[in-house]
C-alpha cells in the first residue's frame, strides 16, 4: 500500500489522557517520523505536532485513535505527494 506524509495536529487539554495517548503514538513509532510539543500553560494545554509517512488508512485511524480519547483534538493534513 503506499504511504502518504502527513501532519497530525493535537490539542491536550487533559493532562489525565496524556498516558494513554503517548501510548497510542509508541503503537505507531514504526510511522512517526518526528514529535514536537509545545506547552501553553497561559491557556493550560499543550499542542502537539506529530508528522508521519504512513498508508492513509493508519493515518486515519492513528487520529481517530487520538480524537477518541477524553479532552484530546486531533486533525490530519495530507501532503499531495
Known amino acids: 500500500m503506499e504511504s502518504r506524509v502527513a501532519i497530525i495536529g493535537i490539542i491536550v487539554e ?5 498516558e494513554e495517548l503517548n501510548q497510542i503514538l509508541h503503537e505507531y513509532g514504526s510511522y ?10 497561559k491557556k493550560g ?8 509517512d504512513a498508508p492513509q488508512n ?3 485511524a492513528l487520529s ?9 483534538s486531533s486533525k490530519a493534513a495530507y501532503s499531495k505527494v
Do not use: F, H
Open 58 to 60: 493508519m493515518i486515519s
Open 32 to 41: 512517526i517520523i518526528g514529535r514536537m510539543g509545545i506547552p501553553y500553560p
Open 14 to 18: 487533559e493532562e489525565s489522557s496524556v
Open 64 to 72: 481517530g485513535k487520538l480524537g477518541s480519547l477524553q479532552g484530546i
Open 45 to 52: 494545554i499543550n499542542i502537539i505536532s506529530i508528522a508521519v
